[in-house]
């Protein structure tokens, strides 16, 4: 696809105290973000919606002129900055004063100290969930999307879309809605009603694809090289570079929320795996900005066992990933061909983490374990996660003497399904306290 | 009921910098508050799990000895405070180090700035949603349930408990869970299995009682005079009076969150219409303690016309509230009898305000349009107060130029069904671009 020329309309007035670099156009303020640059053979190119490489194919990503000066300085300003992803506006590919735009303003979620499942699961260091179930549309979809959003309004798109059967549909459709934009989702036309409720409840274009998913992504693909999608900024195809930055965020709020410190260990859901690179990425820059000390830490990778090309791949020791056919509860996380696969390889095995799986069952234990410990009621990833942070202490392999920070992405509410069969009453008995005491509940 | 010794374990060491007067047993230290006193006839009686006067059996509330001294300093101490309801620690019925204590530290959600709503409604002034869906278990019950759990640890009880059919259950098992609290919640036997299983999830007994919601009501109030019941904390009966105190946050909140400003006008839905008069107290003490100007605010309260006991009443003039059978999809509102109406009666009336209903059809539109304009899916409890607003409005009720905030309580997700049927895709088609052409969904 071509390059989208950039408008001169909204953007010019968003000069701000970290300019773009020559780089970029002109009129594309999109603050310390200078270029896009490929991942695979370093070829840079200016900031616009494009998302591979015109010389070798391979993902591009945003690169960045960060600040520089006193790192206190820094933290004081994040510190004074809004309860959101926007405190680290100087870090992010979005202009100094996007706080003041419409958004429906993600992030700066809990980081909740998990004593009772500290004990459950041996753990004699600290263990934390990152809970993203707190975002508005409950997962951490939002993050990503809002930053989508600041790029599409810096290229001068005026619909904002994707493909999607789950969390990144409402996620648009709430950031369009709040932010001014159009937008078209599309989705499989036999999705679930609750889901096509969450997808169409926010008022946009909502387009159901006689196919599967897979018919859905294709005829994506299409639109966008068609003059039929011109003005169409698709979050996660051609505003990928930018979209994928929004999971740095996780990282920054983790260690600030520790008090500007890396946690030693840290357990992320595996779908695509840009999530899991951008939070190495994210952690690589505070360490560099002298945000956060300089020492090692180890990040582990969680699939589910049913769709875990790259656990299989870690496990066997290979550098490349084998695509699988999806079969799993995990739903949000059944991408069978990731495309970070082999970077989250080198991730895992550079900082001596590791990668691993857990079946169905264990997800759904999981899940209950994390709600009756800690309160919290996680969609499947966030079974996933915790699932295999058990796996990996019991294994030896992850160390319950260190600090331990474990990601739940999204909110049980949006998978009741997988936990339904077997959640139910203790009891069910006649209104008087003869029943009562007989089913022995006086306690 | 007996009122029951506080027991000296857990609470002797919770000594902090306010502390409880003489006439709280001495081992009870719940911060500010000193005693509870009769809503109707002033009587006082020593803090305890009680919550009807001896004297009159009118409501019983709690007082405070709330701390004096310069606001300045206090609004300093509050934002130096956690971001969740123990920032305002000093003004509630809890110890001083109550942030210390596991808890799922609800509140500090966002005061959103509605101005895509102001303009659809024609809102001049400003307009702004309290979003309660942001909290951990998606509604404002969490607020209150979190109160109770910290007089249920005063008063040594070992196990929480509730009556519900929704959003209390839900949000007692989560903080049970997380406080290391046993939990008990009683729901009718023929509940729909999505809420079933929100109320189940984490971990502690589920109790379903073979009859309709009054049915599990009457069973417990057997229970809790009852020595079966020895122990349990009602967080909605005997802990009541503490209970209700957690809605004043609300009151804080949305004040400190418009730079420690009073709103003009509130919009708040009546179901018992507990919150709505705790709204008001929370207003009064900051009136109070100086920490906002002392000037005129009016509240205004929701109704679902399925459910309008109380706007009924203010229609009509009268001091009284008629009982109704409820029928409305707004469920979380529906409650036939409120105990607090002629309260509200009372402080829409000397506020200046109203109470106003919708009915069904305007609730679901008025969910549409708050997530058409603003991105947040409500409850249909959200529904009734954003439909109020509209009503109130366009009857020049509610004036426009003037900085209004609108309640939104609980989260859309909990209520699918009330959208359902009228949220759908806009279009379904063959995956290619003729049939996307022919729809016309280009834009």
Do not use: F, Q, Y
């Given at each position: 696809m071509a390059v989208q020329t950039a408008p001169t309309g909204d953007t010019n007035s968003a000069a701000g105290a970290t300019a773009t670099t020559g780089s970029a156009p002109a009129s594309v303020d999109l603050g310390p973000a200078s270029a896009l640059s490929c991942r695979e053979c370093g070829q840079r190119f200016p900031l616009g919606p494009i998302f591979a490489c015109?010389?070798?194919f391979g993902p591009l990503e945003v690169a960045y002129d960060l600040p520089g000066g006193d790192p206190e300085e820094l933290k004081k300003r994040i510190a004074e900055g809004p309860d959101n992803i926007w405190r680290y506006a100087p870090l992010l590919p979005v202009p100094a004063d996007v706080a003041t735009k419409p958004s429906i303003n993600p992030g700066f979620t809990k980081l909740v100290k998990a004593d009772n499942l500290a004990r459950e699961l041996g753990v004699t260091g600290s263990l934390h969930i990152k809970d993203d179930s707190g975002n508005p549309t409950h997962s951490f979809k939002d993050r990503v999307v809002a930053i989508a959003v600041e790029a599409a309004r810096a290229f001068g798109f005026t619909t904002l879309s994707c493909s999607s059967t789950g969390n990144l549909a409402g996620a648009v459709g709430a950031a369009a809605a709040r932010a001014g934009f159009r937008s078209c989702v599309f989705i499989p036309?036999?999705?679930?009603q609750g889901k096509v409720v969450m997808a169409a409840v926010y008022g946009g274009e909502l387009v159901g694809i006689e196919g599967n998913y897979d018919d859905v992504n294709r005829f994506c693909s299409e639109l966008i090289g068609?003059?039929?999608?011109?003005?169409?900024?698709f979050v996660n195809v051609n505003l990928r570079p930018y979209y994928g930055e929004g999971s740095k965020t996780l990282a920054y709020e983790i260690c600030e929320q520790l008090g500007w410190r890396l946690p030693d260990q840290i357990v992320v859901p595996i779908a695509s795996g840009s999530q899991l690179t951008k939070i190495d990425k994210g952690l690589q820059e505070l360490i560099k900005l002298g945000l956060v000390e300089d020492k090692p830490y180890k990040i582990f990778g969680a699939q589910a066992k049913g769709c875990s090309p790259v656990s299989t791949a870690f496990k066997a020791g290979h550098d490349v990933v084998r695509p699988q056919k999806p079969d799993t509860i995990a739903k949000s996380l059944?991408?069978?061909?990731?495309?970070d696969g082999p970077y989250v390889l080198d991730i895992a095995r550079r900082t001596g983490g590791a990668v691993e799986d857990v079946d169905d069952e264990q997800i759904v234990a999981a899940i209950k374990l994390l709600a009756r410990t800690e309160g919290i009621f996680a969609e499947t990833a966030g079974g996933v996660t915790v699932g295999v942070t058990k796996k990996l202490i019991e294994a030896g392999?992850?160390?319950?003497a260190l600090t331990t920070v474990v990601l739940?992405?999204?909110?049980g509410l949006k998978t009741l399904d997988a936990v339904a069969e077997t959640t139910g009453p203790t009891a069910t008995i006649r209104p008087d306290l003869d029943a009562f005491r007989t089913a022995g509940l006086a306690g």
């Open positions: 015109a010389e070798c036309h036999d999705l679930e068609d003059p039929l999608g011109e003005g169409w900024g059944a991408i069978g061909n990731p495309a392999v992850l160390d319950p739940n992405t999204g909110d």
